[in-house]
């Protein structure tokens, strides 16, 4: 993910730059990417589209590929994912 806004920033919401956690593959048929960041609702369809085709270029994915954008929890500092 990193690699990916270093080449294109996220826009920016308010002023404020929207940053990536991490993302996880969190289903198959069709593959369901999901992925963690601190405004989701800033990401538009267009930059949800430039993520999805990175997506497919990184990993050759030739299969749909469905994105989750989930809001990151205030509780849980930056770099601490929750295990479970």
Known sequence: MQRTQDEHPAPLWHGYP???????QVGVRPITIAIQCNRPQAV???????????????????VPVRLVLRQKSRATPRGRGQRA
């Open 18 to 24: 929207v940053r990536f956690s991490y993302a996880v």
């Open 44 to 62: 538009d369809d267009a930059y949800r589209r430039y993520l999805v085709n990175r997506l497919r270029d990184r990993f050759q994915l030739q």
